[in-house]
């Protein structure tokens, strides 16, 4: 069954995510590095992982996603494998990232964190979130669902049963 995995600690649209999960009868796992608190509602859970490490939250991610499922993060790398894994990804701001642009994200990413290093340019961190991305976000991931949805009724040898 489709489920839709959400990197937690930073995330700005959890509530987001469960009205939308409630809708299309999904589940829902919460992943974070400390407790926070999630809206309790059915098909919702939160697993708090209690390593130090510095990906632990995107190594536990990786290893439970499954072709088909929902990886919600801003964290490219971890879209990188939810992608390679066969999950559809998706940024809080609704960016949508697949194999086509996912690549690309990642090298443009790897490129500014090295020239950040070495003080060749100066970051200030993602923008403010805006209402413009909560709204592009819902979209975003209504539009993921219904695609994962249609395509799950078209498998070949399936009866429609």
């Known amino acids: 069954m489709l489920e839709i995995y959400v990197d937690a600690d930073a995330c700005p649209v959890k509530q987001e995510v469960i009205r939308v999960a409630k809708r ?9 590095n400390s407790p926070m608190r999630i809206p ?7 697993v ?7 990906d632990a939250v995107d190594d536990w991610i990786a290893e439970h996603v499954s072709k ?18 066969g999950a559809q990804a ?13 690549g690309q994200l ?7 964190s090295s020239l950040r290093d070495t003080g060749t340019v100066m970051g200030g961190g993602p923008p403010p979130f805006q209402k413009q991305d909560r709204s592009r976000f819902l979209h975003s991931l ?14 070949p040898g399936d009866s429609g049963q």
């Open 24 to 32: 299309h009868f999904l589940n829902v796992t919460f992943v974070s």
């Open 40 to 46: 309790d509602s059915e098909g919702t859970k939160q």
């Open 48 to 54: 708090v992982v209690e390593s130090r490490q510095l």
């Open 68 to 85: 088909d499922d929902i990886v919600i993060t801003a964290d490219i790398p971890l879209a990188y494998r939810g992608v390679k894994a």
């Open 90 to 102: 998706l940024s809080p701001s609704g960016e949508i990232f697949t194999e086509d642009n996912i």
């Open 106 to 112: 990642l090298a443009v990413r790897d490129l500014m």
């Open 142 to 155: 209504d539009q993921i669902i219904q695609n994962l949805k249609r395509r799950q009724l078209l498998k």
